[in-house]
């Protein structure tokens, strides 16, 4: 008798991560709104530019993704050797666990935070820990509590998912002022385009704040896993020495590069996000649910407790809605809804409506 290899420590501790559903048994007319993807699709730009690229797909790609990183460098004034690319931000948060933590070390992150901090720490053989929020929004002075000798790595998406709440520049400041040396506060900017606030600037300034981005999410390009980072020149230069040289497809840096530069693009979905998201907000509220100001491309519905928040998406998913019901993140009273187009809209509140007159 043979038998496999045992896995290193903490893996077999790890959840494994639910992707938001996209079919309904004997539905036609599914509107997905689980995943945070845009409702307008990607740039035509980045679409027209992944079809030339594939014409080139038997040669391998780039391996230091000089044209993506200039594109990002150009359209964000930054320094391209500060940058870094992943498939998707993912990628980039996997990469900081593998470099920055083993055995015995922390990885900090909020009570409702991203489900990718504490898989990418375990899978490093780290011990992830959760810091309390204060109503849904991230707390400094918690998470700065909840620092020991061990904590390498601080993680909090600003947008926050799955809450869509934001942190001001001064207290993420406050944070990243208030960790001791040797500690890298990593600012997940996913939802950064939406927002008021994306923390380049901060890690411009410190060594000790990393930015991860997403082509993702306002760009459209979930399908293609493109995403990027930015820190000081020493982290760059030890995430390059674990990352595989081909990460990146030709065809999803062709897209994405066109996708950056396309800010046409990117205005007029920033401008429907805010009009559609406003819409589905005050359409929440007047249902009588609960709602926090979301500064992303979804919004948290609060139900009265965990039945209601499950009947309703129940009935939701009958009619073809699906949203998310963020029970591993410890929200089971909530629904995340994506903010759609404006017929997405429509449909979703008035599904809603429809449960709540049942
Ligand atoms: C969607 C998301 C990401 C990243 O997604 P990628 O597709 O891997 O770039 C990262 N963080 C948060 C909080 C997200 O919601």
Not at 60 to 83: F, K, V
Not at 258 to 279: E, H, P, S, T
Request: net charge negative; proline share 4%.
């Amino acid at each position: 008798m043979t038998s496999a290899p045992q896995p290193q420590p903490g893996i077999m501790e790890i959840e494994l991560y639910q992707g938001g559903a996209s079919k309904v048994a004997g539905v036609e007319d599914v509107l997905k709104l689980s995943s945070n993807e845009n409702p307008h699709g990607a740039s035509p730009a980045a679409m027209e530019a992944a079809r030339d690229a594939a014409g080139a797909m038997h040669l391998y790609p780039s391996t230091d993704h000089a044209g993506l990183r200039a594109a990002i460098a150009e359209i964000h004034d930054l320094d391209p050797e500060r940058i870094i690319c992943g498939a998707g931000s993912d990628e980039i948060i996997h990469m900081l666990c593998q470099a920055f933590v083993g055995p015995g070390d922390e990885v900090l992150h909020t009570e409702h935070g991203f489900l990718m901090y504490p898989i990418s720490a375990r899978a490093a053989g780290a011990t992830p820990i959760a810091a309390p929020e204060t109503d849904r929004t991230v707390d400094v002075e918690a998470l700065l509590a909840a620092v020991t000798d061990a904590t390498r790595l601080v993680f909090i998406a600003n947008p926050a998912n799955p809450t869509g709440t934001l942190l001001g520049g001064q207290a993420v400041t406050r944070l990243a002022d208030g960790l001791p040396e040797g500690c890298l506060l990593v600012l997940d900017g996913a939802y950064a385009e939406f927002a008021e606030e994306d923390g380049l600037g901060l890690a411009q300034r410190r060594d000790n704040v990393f930015v991860t981005r997403t082509f993702s999410k306002m760009y459209g390009l979930g399908g293609m896993r493109v995403g990027w980072g930015f820190g000081a020149r020493a982290v760059i230069d030890v995430l390059n020495r674990i990352r595989g040289p081909f990460n990146l497809s030709n065809v999803a840096l062709a897209a994405a590069e066109a996708a950056m530069r396309d800010r046409a693009f990117v205005d007029a979905c920033r401008a429907d996000n805010a009009a559609q998201r406003g819409r589905l907000v005050a359409g929440l509220r007047d249902l009588g649910l609960g709602c926090d100001e979301s500064h992303a491309n979804f919004v948290l519905a609060r139900f009265a407790d965990r039945d209601a928040a499950e009947a309703c998406d129940a009935a939701l998913k009958a009619s073809g809605v699906i949203v998310r019901h963020p029970v591993g993140y410890g929200l089971g009273d909530c629904l995340r809804i994506t903010v759609g187009d404006a017929a997405g809209v429509d449909r979703v509140l008035d599904g809603i409506a429809a449960w709540v007159a049942r």
